[in-house]
């Protein structure tokens, strides 16, 4: 988060001073890694879904169906309330009409020096139907070959996630933000993010507090109270900004909420893969803002289909920073249109938040913990 802040400043600073000729490189750049992101994604699908449900055989029971289940409606749920949240709070912040006019205007845009075009093995519906089929029938089947050759594609595209694309994407910020300042366009931009970043820290408070109300009410617990349980995981995940790295801390919270210690072993490691409600929660914010700034249509039925396909495409977000939103990307792309600058500002504008995403991401799986506790603990 940091290096993306760092970026994000300097490419504003220097869209003003560095000659065009240094800036086409950069713009050269981003137009590379542009197509390298759209040839990643179905990949990225593929190794990380599939997988995933593969390996279903080996946990048993209807407690796993249950976690699942509330797993992904939490997060369908907390995306379609952040779309409610926004399309109502954001035209009060953001003015469509002149940001829809300067976003569009002719400019200057940034020439790459050459261009490269890198096609995607797959579209993204199509990578996500065959993880689907290919990911039943090795739990169905027992497919045990298939399965560790999926396995050891995982970690092909894992290795790369981690190697090349988050280590490149302050790089990509810079180029973006270059682009966004010399052409004059960045006052608009940043005031604009400025009214929808508040907003989204207040919706991502109500949310857990809606979460533990509940869970509280479920089990007939205090929410106030487990809620204040669970800040030590709060706070690990806003440091690593990962599910994963806060495991531990998830458990031993989740146990102080008076959680079996054999339910937090099953539902942290599960939950920090497939809960991803304030990750669907900021991702549908700011996409609705920028579809506001760029006057594009919006509506219910849209953004109902769009947050359905997030919570899937959300478990092809592994644990590390900024993943979630890489995966993301497709549907973005498939659903609502966006293009490459739109994505660029996505992913700008997610990793700037992204350890608070992870934080609402691993508290809220204390509450699902609770339930399941309450329900399955026998």
Known sequence: MPRIIFAIILGIILGKMLPVSVMRIFATFNGIFSQFIGFLVPLLIIGFVTPAIAGVEKQAGKILVATVAVSYLDSVLSGLMSYGVSAFAFPQVIDANS????????????????????????????????????????????????????????????????????????????????????????????????????????????????????????????????????????????????????????????EKNGVDERISGFVAPLCATIHMSGSEMKITACAVALMIMHGMPYNFSLFLGFCSLLGIFMIAGPGVPGGAIMAALGVLSSVLGFNDEMQALMIALYIAMDSFGTACNVTGDGAIAVIMDKFYRK
Do not use: W
């Open 99 to 254: 940001t829809t006019a300067v976003l569009s205007r002719e400019v200057n845009e940034l020439k790459p020096y050459f261009p490269l075009t890198i096609k995607p093995p797959f579209e993204v519906m199509t990578s996500l139907v065959f993880s689907f089929m290919l990911g039943i029938c090795v739990a169905m089947f027992k497919l045990e070959n298939t399965k560790n050759l999926l396995n050891e594609f995982r970690i092909v595209i894992d290795k790369t996630l981690r190697g090349a694309m988050i280590p490149l994407l302050p790089i990509y910020i810079f180029g973006l933000f270059l682009d966004i300042s010399q052409s004059g366009r960045v006052s608009t931009v940043l005031g604009a993010f400025a009214g929808v970043i508040l907003i989204i820290f207040a919706m991502h408070v109500a949310l857990l507090f809606l979460q533990f109300c509940i869970a509280g009410s479920i089990a007939k617990k205090n929410p106030i109270r487990m809620l204040i349980n669970m800040m030590p995981s709060y706070f690990t995940a806003l440091g690593t900004a990962s599910s994963a790295a806060t495991i531990p801390i998830t458990m031993k919270s989740m």
